[in-house]
């Protein structure tokens, strides 16, 4: 608790140090607390919930009027639908599964390939003017990438990138690249270079130095950094919507928002392909959630 | 062992900082030779420059007959010990001790014997079977010490290995490290910024400053005739007093009229400065025999001795060192004598020591 100056010196009998606000208020702040913080989970979680719910139930509950909170018959058709075409085979919405995963997951190891060792380095070395490019490199994340939609396009068209996976590959791992290096930098800081210079007196070269013993101190590090950026490249919409056209290239959030419009909407497919989309996002940040916190809490002990 | 020669040795990074403007050290075979100066002075720039984890920009470092400029570090036969104890935390101290071994390929009876000397020598019995995290800071710089000890290197560097300790430990470490390089007779390059240890540590010391060398000597020679008016300023607590003089009828005189032998060779027509220890002025009863009139601006008790620090109307107050058991109050009118031998003299000009 900060102490003012006057009540620091101050040189009265003691005072009593219990907060007048928690005194007074007692019992019926906490359920105020807790009634505000319903409500507030309420505001949040309800979509979700509501998404949840429209995706497992029959069309035409879908459309009750009044809505069916629980009343309605549960159905798993939805989730069929979002896998298999209803002529057989799969369906287009599965090949956009795929095709998220392929670009999330390429453009993710691609940003930490490159990042990484930039990091490293940035963090290691004297580098010319390394404030001025550091600064540069973040600079490219200040604008919203919407900015640069049309003129990316144009390029792209140049080079027969539209419509391309590896299109989108290369445009997230722009978009990450940066990001991982800030992000890795500062984990790359907190690991003590003498531990490569050690290794270096014992006889190994600065890169095997670097690889034998500062990336696995850096694992924590860079599982947190890939979340975010996994994230980043599964979530993103704009890009994927501007460069792609065809159901063989599309990732899932342009084909989802595709399901929307045309005459009627299938709104229980949307909501069930959407919690499809979301799912594998949480599982992962479920399972590296040890690696996220102790990526978050890496720079809080001092060495 | 080995000594060491550096040789005009300049280091500039690529983002223009000069961190080693001109270092020449000779350091002999079996000496504890220490690196003194603030931070940024480039004491331990120039030890990594010996250890091969710099490249110099220009210059040239031996390693006893061998030029090292171009050897990688693992080939110049040096071990090292870093501020930051530097020990690999998935590995416990025997496999710690054992790493540089292993990884020079040396067969396992020889490693397993090495490793056991040196942890006879370190005493580190009951650690040996445990990781870093487990350690103390002392235990793991014994352990760290120990790692430089079974490489048997020619030389070993030292990098603030101290500083992370608190002061208790710290001065346990140092006599141990003193006693260890007498009995290995071995040539070790000891960087610190704190000259308590580069006193008690050195054989011979060199004092840097903005990456130039100020002062090579021994402990007595630096303290007894700082080379410059830095070195003046940076050994000793409190600092030499700097105290204005001129040259009149044969003595130095200050502003507030205190009186000092002139060292023979003093040159003419230069502004003077004179450096005169804590420990060599006095303070006594007002009027006392040979002492100016001055005043007691304030006192340190510090147990074993009080500073007072007394203006006798010259530019800057001075610092005197006396026994606490000679006492004066604050404001008190006291005498200001003399009782030190030749002072040190240095230009002001030039910053350095004239005679």
Known sequence: MAVSVDEAVATGPARDHTPPARRRGGRGRSVLEVA????????????????????IKENRDVYAIPAKFFDFTITLDHYRDVFVDPDGGRSALSVSFLNSVVVAGASTVLATVLGVPAAWAYSRFAVKAKKDQLFFILSTRFMPPVVVVIPIFLMYRQVGLIDNKLGLILIYSAFNVPFTIWMMKGFVDEVPAEYEDAAMLDGYTRLQAFRRFTLPLLVPGIAATAVFALIFSWNEFVFATFLTSSDDVRTAPPAIAGLIGGTTTDWGLVAAASVVFALPVLVFAYLVRKHLIAGVTLGAVRR | MAGIEVTALHKRYPDGTVAVDHVDLSIGDGELFVMLGPSGCGKTTTLRAIAGLERQTAGDIRIGETLVNDLPPAERDIAMVFQFYALYPHLKTRDNLAFP????????????????????????????????????????????????????????????????LDAELRADMRTEIKHLQG?????????????????????????LNKGRVEQIGTPLEVYDRPASLFCAAFIGSPPMNLIEVEVADGKLRSQGGLVLTPPPGLPRDRRLVAGVRPEALEVAEPGAEESVPARVVSVEW?????IYVVDHGGQRDVRVRMPPTVRFATDAKVGLRHTGGTPAVYDVSTEELVA
Not at chain 2, 111 to 134: I, S, Y
Not at chain 2, 302 to 306: C, H, K
């Open chain 2, 183 to 207: 009995e290995l007779g071995a040539t070790m390059v000891y960087v610190t910024h704190d000259q308590v240890e580069a006193m008690s540590l050195g054989h011979r010391i060199a004092i």
């Open chain 2, 302 to 306: 510090l147990g074993d001795e009080i």
């Open chain 1, 36 to 55: 505000l913080l319903t409500l507030l989970a309420v505001v949040m979680l309800f979509p979700v919930l509501w998404m949840i719910e429209t995706s």
């Open chain 2, 101 to 164: 071994l292993r990884a020079e390929g040396l067969p396992k009876p020889e490693v397993h014997e090495r490793v056991n000397e040196a942890a006879r020598l370190m005493r580190l019995g009951p650690l040996m079977d445990r990781r870093p995290r487990q350690l103390s800071g002392g235990e793991q710089q014994r352990v760290a010490l120990a790692r430089a000890l079974v490489r048997r290197p020619r030389a070993f560097l030292m990098d603030e290995p101290l500083t992370n």
